[in-house]
């Protein structure tokens, strides 16, 4: 099987499991069920439940066990995607192709279903800890714990804090580095917590590799959204494009241009590809991931 159709495979494992845990239903309160089905099965690229079944094969952690985890962490990816594009904040209304949560539905119905499919991903991960053998149940709560803290006040949420309080400013590189770090990378790096604790390998050569890789696929990964924002094209991207120019944002391109970010994404793929060969042939997927972050185009 080539990358793409690995790639597809996991997304799909992904998707089934996403379509069970969050279920049409008919009761009084259905409609909310249907806002963040209508988000969370909306065709994302599911990269970060991918990366945590990646980082599991590798260190030899059954699919299984991660799986619940990979779920949650992408119900908390779209959760933030909902409330982002709410208009508090960036206020978009294209959003994986179509109209966002709160111009489909209504703004009170989109804030509920990100606090809802924030609820989701902690019912999820603690009953899979509940239904853990007694002897791994701490690695559960361990991967649990990594979850909340790469998605709260120091992770996700820290960096949409700086970044709502840069914009308009003249902020300097290290806080646009720390900004992604926390905005975007945190999320990123989630998947190598919970398949490292899965493993039980913390504080291992291999725990290191793999942190390596996910910290430099991470801000890989925000460099080139700043590129699409500027050389992407809406209908691929299915969001608006040109974003970060008209919130005056100090994104990357506008610090330090766009072939500087170009060269700064290559040398952070060389870097995330080094760390993937450590594993061998074993590494081979997250080695053509990192090529596949590279020239994405959405
Ligand atoms: C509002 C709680 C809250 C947090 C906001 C992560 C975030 C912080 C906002 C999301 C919007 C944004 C521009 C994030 C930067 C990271 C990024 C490029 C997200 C898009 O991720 P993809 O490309 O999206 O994986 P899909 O749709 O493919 O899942």
């Known amino acids: 099987m080539n990358f793409k159709e690995q790639l597809?495979?996991?997304?799909?494992?992904?998707?089934?499991?996403?379509?069970?845990?969050?279920?049409v239903k008919d009761n009084k309160q259905?409609?909310?069920?249907?806002?963040?089905?209508?988000?969370?099965?909306?065709?994302?690229?599911?990269?970060?439940?991918?990366?945590?079944?990646?980082?599991?094969?590798?260190?030899?952690?059954?699919?299984?066990?991660?799986?619940?985890?990979?779920?949650?962490?992408?119900?908390?990816?779209?959760?933030?995607?909902?409330?982002?594009?709410?208009?508090?904040?960036?206020?978009?209304?294209?959003?994986?192709?179509?109209?966002?949560?709160?111009?489909?539905?209504?703004?009170?119905?989109?804030?509920?279903?990100?606090?809802?499919?924030?609820?989701?991903a902690f019912e999820v991960m603690s009953e899979a800890c509940n239904n853990m053998p007694e002897n791994m149940k701490t690695r559960g709560i361990a991967m649990m714990a990594q979850v909340a803290k790469c998605s709260?006040?120091?992770?996700?949420?820290?960096?949409?804090?700086?970044?709502?309080?840069?914009?308009?400013?003249?902020?300097?590189?290290?806080?646009?580095?720390?900004?992604?770090?926390?905005?975007?990378?945190?999320?990123?790096?989630?998947?190598?917590?919970?398949?490292?604790?899965a493993a039980g390998m913390e504080d291992t050569i291999e725990a290191e590799h793999i942190f390596e890789y996910s910290e430099a696929?991470?801000?890989?990964?925000?460099?080139?959204d700043d590129i699409l924002d500027v050389e992407g094209d809406t209908e691929k991207m299915g969001k608006a494009v040109g974003r970060d120019a008209k919130q005056d944002k100090r994104s990357m391109t506008v610090l330090i241009g766009i072939d500087s970010c170009k060269n700064m994404l290559d040398e952070l793929t060389v870097k995330a590809v080094k760390c993937a060969e450590f594993f061998g042939d074993k590494g081979n997927f997250l080695k053509d991931m990192?090529?596949?972050?590279?020239?994405?185009?959405?």
């Open 8 to 23: 597809s495979e996991m997304a799909e494992l992904v998707n089934q499991q996403l379509d069970l845990l969050v279920p």
């Open 30 to 120: 259905k409609v909310i069920y249907e806002a963040m089905r209508y988000s969370l099965l909306a065709g994302g690229k599911r990269i970060r439940p991918v990366l945590a079944l990646a980082y599991a094969d590798i260190l030899g952690v059954d699919r299984d066990f991660v799986m619940p985890f990979a779920c949650a962490l992408e119900m908390i990816h779209t959760y933030s995607l909902i409330h982002d594009d709410l208009p508090a904040m960036d206020n978009d209304d294209l959003r994986r192709g179509r109209p966002t949560c709160h111009i489909k539905f209504d703004e009170a119905t989109a804030i509920l279903a990100g606090d809802a499919l924030l609820n989701k």
């Open 152 to 197: 709260g006040s120091e992770g996700m949420i820290g960096g949409q804090v700086i970044d709502l309080d840069s914009e308009g400013k003249d902020v300097d590189m290290d806080t646009v580095l720390t900004l992604h770090k926390h905005k975007t990378g945190a999320l990123l790096t989630a998947p190598a917590c919970i398949a490292v604790s």
């Open 217 to 224: 696929t991470g801000l890989a990964f925000q460099v080139k």
């Open 290 to 298: 990192a090529d596949y972050l590279l020239k994405r185009d959405n």
